[in-house]
């Protein structure tokens, strides 16, 4: 264990997430950056919270793909897009 002091990170709100989903319902069909991690494991979880539904602003589930993709650097990226229904792709 360590004691690092540093200034708390800005909190994220909740609408974040709705918004996120918003500007991919404006844009059917294209992939976009929405979130980035330390690990692949915590962005794995997410692309598959977003493909699930299992965060709320993703609903129904099946309307958006997301997947993860490492450019080499130390942090993996989390790319979605929106396939739902009403998207012409």
């Known amino acids: 264990m360590h004691a690092r002091f540093q200034p708390l990170p800005n909190r994220r709100h909740p609408h974040d997430t709705y918004e996120t989903a918003a500007a991919l319902r404006d844009r059917p069909g294209e992939w976009a950056h929405v979130d ?29 793909e997301a997947t993860v993709r490492n450019n080499g650097e130390d942090v993996i990226y989390v790319y979605a897009r929106y396939i739902g229904t009403d998207a012409t792709l």
Not at 37 to 63: D, M, V, W, Y
């Open 36 to 64: 980035t991690h330390p690990n692949s494991n915590r962005a794995s979880n997410q692309a598959h919270r977003i493909r699930t539904g299992k965060l709320a602003a993703f609903r129904p589930a099946g309307e958006f």
